[in-house]
């Protein structure tokens, strides 16, 4: 106990000299102790404080001596004095610029190599890189003053090779249909617009009409030249308003009278012989004409059925006895001149 407090008589004593002769002489009185006692001593003397003059000794590797008068300033991690020095601060922490480049700089994700102190270092969603390093992935721009974007694989790409990686792929060439050019969209596919061309004769279709055949696209005529069905009449395509009849096609205006050439199309027609007839021109140029009524025989209105005998034809309806008027229809019957009559009604005769 003696020794102790010599020790801090001694220590107060020198505490206004300067600090480091004060550490030596610190230092030489606990040199001058023995065992544990020194040991003691120097924790005794590390916890000292004293109002108005001050000595604090810190024990251990990273051990410096401060003083209100003459400060220490000490890289964290070699304890080097850092005055008149370049340093970095790390997590509150001063560190010299050879300890951060060793111990405490990032990794550059282009080249996998420190990012030193004296280097520029440039961070996007804790990555880090050189700005050397920090280029476009496709055609190597630099990048540090300029727009980019990061894809999801990790790439870094300028505006113009982002925009030709992301975008929308013509259907025809394959290559990116970047943003603001003339482009032909169709059933959700993008074509650039001199690629959107006709299957058969493969002229860009721009703005005229189309038509598609499976996924094929056509122009208009060749779709007509390859698909259309060809009118029955003319023989050429049917584009639009056609009809059928007897399973053959018709151009609307092709469907017409034979005689008195007028539309049939959604009009009472009938045919004879391969051509189409409207009923006034049927009843009065071909139909027969009942031998009985001596009408048209057309099939239209009130019983359609026909009876012929020998050159001669009667409406169902007027088929019947001169004598009697019974029907004779799918019966037996005798002809006298013109005329016929049941069997009962020709013995009479």
């Known amino acids: 106990m003696r020794s102790y407090h010599i020790l801090m008589i001694y220590l107060f004593s020198y505490a206004k000299l300067d600090c ?3 550490l030596h002489l610190l230092l030489r009185s606990v040199n001058g102790a023995s065992g544990t006692s020194a040991k003691n001593l120097l924790l005794g003397a590390s916890l000292w404080r004293e109002e108005g003059a001050y000595l604090h000794l810190e024990i251990g590797p990273r051990s410096y001596s401060t003083s209100t008068m003459t400060e220490r300033f000490d890289c964290y991690y070699c304890r080097d004095n850092l005055h008149g020095k370049k340093y970095v601060m790390k997590d509150e922490k001063h560190v010299c610029t050879k300890c951060f480049d060793k111990l405490c700089a990032n990794t550059c994700a282009e080249c996998r190599r420190p990012i030193g102190a004296d280097a520029k270092e440039l961070n996007h969603k804790n990555r ?3 700005e050397d390093c920090f280029r476009c992935a496709k055609c190597y721009k630099p990048l540090a003053n300029e727009p980019f974007s990061a894809r999801d694989d990790g790439k870094i790409m300028c505006g113009t090779c982002g925009s030709r990686e992301d975008g929308n792929r013509c259907q025809a060439c394959y290559k990116v249909v970047m943003p603001g050019t003339q482009n032909v969209e169709y059933k959700n596919k993008v074509w650039h617009e001199e690629c959107f061309t006709c299957f ?8 005229q009409s189309f038509l598609n055949k499976g996924d094929d696209i056509f122009c208009g005529p060749c779709h007509e030249k390859k698909f259309a069905k060809k009118c029955f009449h003319c023989k050429q395509p049917i584009t639009s308003g056609g009809i059928s009849y007897q399973d053959q096609p018709w151009h609307s205006e092709c469907f017409v009278c034979r005689t008195c050439r007028k539309g049939l199309a959604g009009t009472r027609f009938t045919s004879h012989e ?8 049927y009843k009065t140029s071909v139909a027969k004409q009942c031998n009985g009524c001596k009408n048209p025989i057309t099939g239209f209105g009130h019983g359609t059925n ?3 005998y020998e050159g001669h034809s009667w409406h169902e309806y007027c088929f019947n006895c001169k004598k009697c008027s019974l029907s004779l229809a799918n019966k037996r019957f005798v002809i006298n001149g013109e005329d016929i009559y049941c069997p009962d009604c020709a013995k009479k005769l």
């Open 306 to 308: 026909v009876v012929n």
């Open 128 to 130: 880090h890189w050189h």
């Open 274 to 281: 391969e051509h189409v007839y409207c009923v006034d021109c």
């Open 20 to 22: 480091k002769r004060q």
């Open 200 to 207: 058969e004769c493969k002229q860009p279709i721009r703005s």
